[in-house]
């Protein structure tokens, strides 16, 4: 069940999310062209400009941007000829390999990602306009997410010297680590995996921005990566842009581990960010924040993390944007996860009575185990969760439908990663064959906005 905003501020009982019956709308409508249709290969995109690398959704194996062909055609970012080469297989009814996860998913009689994605309302609005031109060199995207340098203060035990200079730096000086096979092994990361400094000139960085006023007019999700988004100055770029050319139909996304090792970069991206909420400029801010444990452990497996400097600023976000925005908690969910995993619920449902009075809310997000016993992933995973769920379970969450769009659930619903469904029951049922996945969010709606 889900609860609505009224302006009498009451709630509503109301059907539950539209999620699956838009993807199985969306599976009938991309019939009508091809059994292997997808809208997310036009209308999404991922960019990682220190390598010049992207792909459409997360699924396919991410590839090359040809540098020469976007000094002269900067929307070849997206329309790669390797995308363009799919998107005409999936015209014709073929199956590009680079899709295979969802083709496995539906071989199994499942609804897969592809219905997913193209089921949203970014995908889907463009459905007619693809149909007409689909093959077109200069397509924009509604979905865009982009890393535009690897500079970043941490080193996370999971991560790499592509996404962390920290990284870099560390394998230069003492070579790879001792593992099989070899972990950050300084070899592997030259040549198309060398990620450009952002002291060199980059041809993906300065193609986007010359993409960027055309890209700008139809985007409807924005999501900016690192790196360290708060040590980036394209990030405060991004942000004049904003406040200078508002879009109030626009979803901006940042993640950051919350944790600069600069003050004066917390303040400066802190006043912007303010700016852009109070002031209206977008419809809504999701400031995504990565932790994967509690105190000194979170600490071991993020470098670099203070913990209690990250939870201040958290706490101070939420203090100073009191609108339009939410704080949305990724966790890499792993094996030193496990001993602190509850305490970091509770602090999350600490912070959700203290918000309470600005309409806190849990929403999706995602988590992934790794290499963990099967039997005591499944226990772990099920005893943090549901205590998580019992905990929530009886709160109803409301927001201005009329401003957000959003419907919020009785309970904490987890978004998909991997085909996995929305629904809690069905996400359970299948995560013994699947990535785990749970939802860890802290929303402050717009509620009096």
Request: overall charge positive; hydrophobic content about 25%.
């Amino acid at each position: 069940m889900s609860c609505h905003y009224t302006k009498t501020e009451e709630c509503k009982t109301v059907s539950t999310s539209n999620y699956k019956a838009d993807a199985l709308k969306a599976r009938e409508k991309l019939e009508s062209v091809s059994p292997t249709m997808c809208l997310a290969k036009w209308n999404q995109v991922s960019l990682h400009l220190p390598t010049g690398l992207t792909n459409s959704c997360y699924h396919p194996p991410l590839h090359k941007i040809d540098a020469e062909r976007v000094k002269r055609n900067p929307a070849a970012l997206h329309n790669t000829a390797e995308k363009l080469q799919q998107r005409d297989q999936m015209l014709k009814g073929e199956r590009p390999d680079g899709c295979s996860y969802c083709w496995k998913m539906e071989d199994t009689g499942e609804v897969s990602d592809r219905h997913y994605r193209s089921g949203e309302p970014w995908a889907m609005q463009d459905f007619d306009d693809i149909r007409k031109k689909p093959i077109d060199d200069k397509w924009t995207p509604r979905y865009v997410e982009v890393n535009f340098n690897h500079a970043c203060n941490f080193k996370c035990s999971y991560c790499s010297p592509q996404f962390s200079t920290t990284w870099g730096q560390e394998t230069e000086r003492y070579g790879e680590y001792p593992t099989t096979p070899p972990h950050n092994a300084p070899e592997h990361f030259q040549g198309h995996r060398r990620p450009i400094p952002n002291r060199e000139d980059n041809a993906y960085v300065t193609a986007f921005w010359k993409w960027w006023p055309t890209l700008y007019k139809n985007l409807k999700h924005f999501r900016m990566t690192g790196g360290e988004p708060m040590m980036d100055p394209n990030t405060y770029r991004v942000f004049q842009y904003i406040i200078d050319h508002p879009k109030d139909d626009l979803h901006l996304n940042v993640t950051s581990n919350m944790c600069p090792p600069d003050k004066k970069l917390k303040e400066k991206y802190f006043n912007m960010a303010q700016n852009i909420c109070t002031e209206q400029k977008v419809e809504h801010m999701m400031q995504f924040v990565s932790v994967d444990a509690y105190g000194e452990r979170a600490e071991y497996i993020r470098n670099g993390l203070d913990f209690n400097y990250m939870m201040d600023n958290v706490e101070e976000f939420l203090d100073r944007i009191k609108t339009r925005n939410s704080i949305t908690f990724i966790c890499t969910y792993n094996n030193l996860s496990v001993t602190s995993m509850d305490k970091l619920l509770e602090k999350i449902l600490e912070l959700r009575k203290r918000y309470t009075a600005i309409h806190t809310s849990v929403c999706g997000s995602t988590c992934h185990y790794s290499a963990n016993p099967p039997g005591n992933r499944s226990h772990c995973y099920q005893s943090h969760t549901r205590a998580y769920m019992r905990r929530t379970s009886n709160i109803w969450y409301r927001t201005p439908a009329s401003q957000t769009g959003y419907t919020y659930s009785r309970t904490s619903r987890s978004r998909r990663c991997g085909g996995i469904s929305p629904t809690g029951a069905r996400t359970l049922t299948r995560a013994h064959s699947k990535k785990r996945t749970f939802t860890l969010s802290l929303t402050n709606t717009i509620a009096g906005a």
